[in-house]
């Protein structure tokens, strides 16, 4: 995928637009997190506490600080951590695996990109209460929540596995590198249709042991993609290139409207943060394989195609959970939705030229060299 210097340019202020927005539109001072919508008139809207969003935002503004280098996210990310802390009653953990699997993958993010230890501290606490997920119910795997723990899902499974990995590869404890190829294994015998690499959602939901394979997520091939490649990382196993690459057909073949040729829409609340999870780990699997520039290439359309929807240079840009339109004025927008524009904006800009000739060494989620463990 070649680049004009120009487009370059276009593409970075569309992300700085979209990072500006959010805090504009979003950011409470007064909570240290981000409204749950907007409008959110006096914070109205934030009688629920939804963690792992939180998570993503922490995430987002991560990527917006290793792109510019500016400080104002790495004192939003200040912010937004004692923010989240007391919110969530002074500790990190909480019932759902998955929604402390993103917190820790975030704040591992956040320790990268700033040496800050408290952050290092979160995640490697959230990762020892991770581990307690673990059980033999249905073969193994990491359960949903503490309260279900017979129930097995992708999504608390493949975000452990990118995880486990990162932090084999950030502070080089086998034993981190064990867990991931242990709930790799499972996950891909499991919850990955053998036949076409499609990825399942669940299994044992009902408690009768049956896979939900009508639940059909971008979200699930995302975070099977992006374990996937942490798996090809560490071990150099092209195998599990090749698995993330199989499951980015089906992204392309099913999950792509032959009409727009966008991601679908599909629904506000937690399932507004899908698709961004996927173009995240979509970036990733673009970076882990060069030869296959058709990834690349389709991270750049859908970032093309929605930016060309928003119909905007000067208004902010708003992001609903149908990326082939802007919403009305008067609609209320979700953090979730926003939050997956944004990442779709900085995944296009995390795939410039100079960006890409950087992750020939290390790309942008890779870890700093090993500390002594």
């Known amino acids: 995928m070649k680049t004009t210097m120009k487009e370059t340019k276009v593409r970075k202020q569309r992300a700085d637009l979209a990072q500006t927005a959010l805090d504009e539109l979003y950011w409470n001072e007064k909570t240290r997190m981000y409204d749950i919508q907007t409008p959110c008139e006096n914070g109205a809207c934030n009688e629920i506490f939804h963690y792992w969003w939180m998570a ?62 408290r952050y290092k501290a979160a995640s490697q606490l959230l990762w020892q209460d991770i581990q307690t997920g673990w059980n033999e119910h249905m073969g193994g795997g990491i359960a949903w929540q503490k309260t279900q723990l017979d129930y097995k899902n992708t999504p608390a499974n493949a975000p452990a596995v990118i995880l486990a990995a990162r932090l084999y590869q950030a502070f080089g404890h086998p034993e981190d590198w064990a867990w991931a190829q242990r709930i790799y294994e499972w996950q891909a015998a499991n919850l990955v249709d053998p036949t076409t690499g499609l990825v399942w959602d669940g299994m044992n939901r009902t408690g009768d042991g049956t896979i939900d394979k009508d639940w059909r997520f971008t979200y699930c091939q995302g975070v099977f993609i992006g374990a996937s490649v942490e798996m090809y990382r560490v071990s150099g196993d092209t195998a599990y290139l090749a698995a993330a690459l199989r499951t980015f057909r089906v992204v392309v073949q099913e999950f792509t409207s032959s009409e727009t040729g966008l991601l679908p829409e599909e629904g506000d609340g937690d399932a507004g943060l899908f698709k961004g999870i996927l173009i995240r780990y979509l970036v990733q699997l673009a970076q882990a394989a060069p030869d296959h520039p058709e990834v690349a290439e389709y991270v750049a359309l859908q970032a093309e195609r929605a930016w060309s929807r928003q119909a905007t240079n000067s208004q902010q840009p708003r992001f609903g959970t149908d990326w082939s339109r802007r919403p009305a004025p008067e609609a209320t927008v979700s953090l979730s939705s926003y939050l997956s524009g944004v990442m779709l904006l900085e995944a296009a800009a995390a795939l410039e030229p100079e960006a890409e000739e950087a992750a020939a060494g290390r790309t942008p989620d890779a870890a700093p060299q090993q500390e002594t463990p």
């Open 56 to 117: 993503h935002a922490v995430d987002v503004l991560v990527d917006g600080l290793r792109r510019t280098g500016d400080q104002r996210y790495a004192q939003r990310l200040e912010a937004l951590y004692d923010g989240l802390l007391h919110r969530n009653g002074g500790a990190w953990p909480n019932e759902l695996y998955d929604d402390m699997e993103w917190m820790a993958l975030a704040w591992l993010r956040a320790y990268q990109a700033t040496g800050k230890p």
